[in-house]
């Protein structure tokens, strides 16, 4: 049965105190709405919808440049969660099949919890709600059951008292075939405590219709929205502990996780080594048996087995470190190829470059790859020699097996096996440093 995904993201988020839409904060790296996306992936769905309102250019820019077939839908006044639902019903037309309802405020739905949803709709339910017993219910949608089978949701503030004592709390998550959907939209109103048209009201409406409706449940964790500062730290907190236990459990070596800062999608190989207060953006790969050393930052970039990077090193988006490539302390590395054993240890800026096999790159090298309008590229051969403190004027090529002398300023090729040098000749003043000492000290002023 294919699926659809409808996921809200129109709300306004005010508790946030901030100019931001709520679903453009960033959890781990990618913007909150972007894990819903991606936890609905896992039920490879036919189309995508995502319902947007405050801050909809913004958050509709976002979708599209994570992935351009999302259909994007504005829900202008946001009257509630059923009316926020029904906008999707003319992306939908001519489509058969499932509808999925995720909020884009929910970040941590996981696979398995979708697949029982699933695995519920195909035997027997018309109707499948994901719900969760909460520790402490607050204000949550609480789920009304008449043995097996779910009656209606009853949103806190239209709930009885005898009603709100239920613990069985709505995630908002919904799945059930869209043409129903849409039917059963058709019939809520907005007669209750908010005024506003409730997705949860479809319940109620489809047992009027002897249809089944179910519950799946979840732990509360994975049903935890976002609606404040608060709620997003703590989101934050949940989603490190889990990616910190799942590196262990895969091998990977951490002395401090807890100093250790993972993207949505961080990918560490076996016998990876992390050493503490590594950060690592999105985009990043890091082979079995790399070693990141402490206090580096890493984004976009992909480090082979073998390599060391750090302590204190910044790998931008585009680096690609080869096999035992050596990276070292305040070294930054932007859109550059460094090849096996290559090794740009100390104080450098390498972008936009090639970096031959085996070539060692000298403390303090720069490649001055901007001239204020464009970036320009700068390709070193293998097994040369790059002297500490040279600048490499770019665009420029230095061949294979080539040298440049300390503190030259490379402003044209360098053939294969050449040594470039471009730097003042030493003299030698004999004295002359002891006279000065002495004029000066005759010249200082009492204190
Ligand atoms: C909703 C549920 C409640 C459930 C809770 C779980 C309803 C009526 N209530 O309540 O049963 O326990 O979630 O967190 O569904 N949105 C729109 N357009 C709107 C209104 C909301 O797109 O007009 C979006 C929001 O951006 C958000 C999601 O829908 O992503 C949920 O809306 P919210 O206002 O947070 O609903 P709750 O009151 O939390
Ligand atoms: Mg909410």
Redesign the pocket.
């Known amino acids: 049965m294919s699926t659809a995904l409808i996921i ?4 306004q ?1 005010n508790r946030m105190n901030s100019d931001l839409p ?2 453009m904060h960033e959890l781990a790296g990618a913007p909150l709405f972007a894990h819903a996306l991606h936890s609905g992936a896992a039920l490879l769905p036919e189309r995508v919808v995502l ?1 947007t ?1 405050h801050g909809a250019e913004t958050v509709e820019k976002a979708a599209l440049a994570l992935d351009p077939e999302i259909i994007v839908v504005r ?1 202008d006044e ?7 639902t029904l906008q999707a019903h003319p992306a939908l037309q001519g489509f058969s099949g499932d509808a999925l309802v995720l ?4 970040p941590f739905i996981s696979d398995e919890t979708l697949s029982k949803i699933k695995q519920a709709r195909h035997t027997g339910s018309d109707l499948v709600v994901l719900g969760f017993e909460a520790a402490d219910p607050g ?3 609480r789920l009304i059951l008449q043995g097996d089978t779910l009656e209606k ?1 009853v ?1 806190y503030k239209d709930a009885s008292a005898k009603e709100r004592e239920v613990t069985l ?4 998550v919904m799945c059930l075939n869209s043409d129903l959907l849409f039917d059963l939209l058709q019939a809520v109103g907005n007669d209750n405590a908010s005024g ?1 048209y ?3 009201d479809i319940i109620a409406v489809a047992r009027s219709r002897a249809l089944k409706a179910s519950v799946v449940t979840c732990k509360q964790a994975e ?1 935890l ?1 976002v ?1 404040t500062r608060q709620e997003l730290a703590a989101a934050e907190v949940q989603f490190q502990a889990h990616a910190r236990a799942e590196a262990l459990e895969n091998g990977v070596a951490l002395a401090a996780p807890e100093t250790v800062i993972f993207a949505y999608d961080t990918t560490l190989g076996r016998d990876a080594v992390i050493e503490p207060y590594v950060v690592f953006g999105p985009g990043v790969t890091v082979e079995n048996g790399a070693r990141i050393r402490a206090f580096s930052h890493l984004e976009g970039c992909h480090v082979s087995r073998g390599a060391i990077v750090g302590p204190y090193a910044r790998l931008r988006p585009g680096a690609e470190l080869a096999e035992s490539a050596r990276v070292g302390n305040f070294v930054e590395i932007k859109n550059t190829q460094i090849s096996a054993g290559a090794k740009v240890n100390h104080l450098s800026y390498i972008g936009d470059a090639f970096i031959g096999e085996a070539t060692n790159i000298g403390a303090g090298t720069i490649t001055c790859n901007y001239d204020g309008f464009s970036k320009h590229h700068t390709h070193i051969g293998a097994h040369s020699f790059i002297g500490s403190n040279t600048m490499l004027v770019a665009p420029v090529s230095i061949g294979d097996g080539a040298m440049s002398a300390t503190s030259t300023t490379i402003t044209g090729d360098v053939p294969n096996a050449a040594l470039a040098i471009g730097r003042t000749k030493m003299q030698i003043k004999p004295g002359l440093a002891q006279k000065l000492f002495e004029k000066f000290k005759a010249a200082k002023k009492p204190d």
Do not use: F, P
């Open positions: 809200l993201a129109a709300g988020g709520k679903v319902i309102g829900q946001q009257l509630g969660t059923g009316h926020a909020y884009g405020d929910t204000r949550y949608g949701i949103e709390c709505n995630s908002g506003e409730y997705l949860t049903t929205g609606n």
